[in-house]
Every structure is written in C-alpha cells, then in structure tokens.
Nanobody, 123 residues
Framework: QLQASGGGLVQPRGSLRLSCAASGGSFSRYIIGWFRQAPGKERESAAGISWGGGRTLYADSVKGRFTIWRDNLKNTVYLRLNILKPEDTAVYYC??????????????????WGQGTLVTVSS
C-alpha cells in the first residue's frame, strides 16, 4: 500500500516536498515512480527512481526543478518540487513497479498506486 502526501496550494516559483510512504511488500526492491494528472489530461510520468536509488529519470518538463530520492529504511520516496509553475498543477501519484529492472515512464508498467495528492500552483 502506498500513501502520497505533501500536496497543497503554492505560489508560482514556490516549493513543495511530496512523500510516498509504503507499507507491506518489498518496498526496497521496487522501482518507484511519481506521476501527475492535470485536469482534462492524461496521467504522465514526472520522475522515477530505481530500487537502490542510484538511478533516476525525469520528464523533460520537470528536469532541473524536481528531485526524487528514497529512504528505504523509512519505506519512503520523496519528490522535491522547486520553481513551481502553474502548469505543474495536478494530482500527483506515486506508484510501484514490482516487475521491471529499469525505470519506466508508462503507467501500465506500475502495479501499485497511491491515492494521489493535489498540487495547486497559483497566485
């Protein structure tokens, strides 16, 4: 089970830190992805991290602004969102891929999903 938290209302150029806490399963062996879905749009990959944390992948739209990392002792993955823009407004979901050995950007590759946390960027 995955629980995403940390969303909220933030002004443009502000920052947030999202958390994805896992319970049960073999969290430290899973690739974790952060996805987002804006109103009226399809869910898209924002960032992903390998099971050990040594590899990360970012969407071009967030590269240089978002940072993903994980603490396997705490069964938690984090996503730092900096220099936020109105177009970053979306529900952010964390998801676990228990089957792959490489980070995927495809929604269909992820087996387990958290409930989502809303990020609103507005002045």
């Amino acid at each position: 089970q995955l629980q995403a938290s940390g969303g909220g209302l933030v002004q443009p150029r502000g920052s947030l830190r999202l958390s994805c806490a896992a319970s049960g399963g073999s969290f430290s062996r899973y690739i974790i992805g952060w996805f987002r879905q804006a109103p009226g749009k399809e869910r898209e990959s924002a960032a992903g991290i390998s099971w050990g944390g040594g590899r990360t992948l970012y969407a071009d739209s967030v590269k240089g602004r978002f940072t993903i990392w994980r603490d396997n002792l705490k069964n938690t993955v984090y996503l730092r969102l900096n220099i936020l823009k109105p177009e970053d407004t979306a529900v952010y979901y964390c998801a676990a891929d228990a089957r792959s050995s490489s980070i995927s950007t495809m929604v269909s590759e992820y087996n387990y999903w958290g409930q989502g946390t809303l990020v609103t960027v507005s002045s």
